[in-house]
């Protein structure tokens, strides 16, 4: 039954983003990461079942691309709403974004060491490591932005989202960084749990 909701919720922001999105390029660039973790974890739905603690944060995570896709992520109508009324300078729905690329990537990367026990007893070195791949994946990503700019030039602005802010490439990654500490802080034991109950200890 979940599996459905998730396809459905999948789905049907997956179509609503792609009617008369603000910026038909800036669409297709946010949304390509999403298409992919999509059919990632169709391929490996039998083969290799995730807890559904990390489905269910690739799903929120995909839904974020999804959004910050539709209207780019420079005029979120949520990130204008949170920038009135925190009287902030610039919409700041891209950090959310960058808060998800460490928040949903540590427990994926957390589960994939786990599961296939690359890192073992020491939670430490696990922690350590976890937050070490979700700044490299948060790194090669900006990368790619600085890539996909000097390919297209200005087309890429509204990818960007850099809104003028000088160290946006290195705030980035910092909330991606607190993104990872905060998963791990917050769901370790909860996806611990969810590892058991698939017969795997920790």
Avoid at 129 to 157: H, N, P
Avoid at 172 to 194: N, P
Wanted: hydrophobic share 50%.
């Amino acid at each position: 039954m979940m599996r459905y909701v998730w396809l459905a919720l999948f789905a049907g922001t997956l179509v609503w983003s792609g009617i008369h999105p603000k910026d038909q390029f800036t669409w297709f660039l946010e949304v390509l990461p999403a298409l992919i973790g999509f059919g990632l974890i169709v391929a490996t739905y039998r083969t290799f079942p995730l807890t559904p603690l990390l489905y269910t944060l690739i799903l929120i995570h995909m839904i974020i691309l999804m959004v910050g896709g539709h209207y780019t992520y420079a005029e979120v109508p949520a990130g204008e709403w949170v920038k009135e009324l925190l009287h902030q300078s610039r919409n700041n729905y891209d950090k959310l974004g960058h808060f998800f690329q460490g928040f949903e990537p540590a427990i994926l990367a957390r589960e994939i060491l786990i599961r296939k026990q690359i890192v073992k007893p020491s939670r430490i070195w696990l922690n350590y490591i976890v937050l070490s791949i979700v700044l490299a994946f948060s790194a090669f990503y900006e990368l790619i932005e600085w890539w996909v700019a000097l390919a297209t030039g200005e087309g890429a602005d509204a990818f960007l989202g850099t809104q003028g802010y000088v160290w946006d490439t290195q705030s980035d990654m910092m909330w991606c960084l607190v993104g990872g500490i905060a998963a791990l802080l917050l769901l370790s034991r909860w996806h611990d749990r969810q590892l058991e109950e698939l017969g795997i200890r920790n």
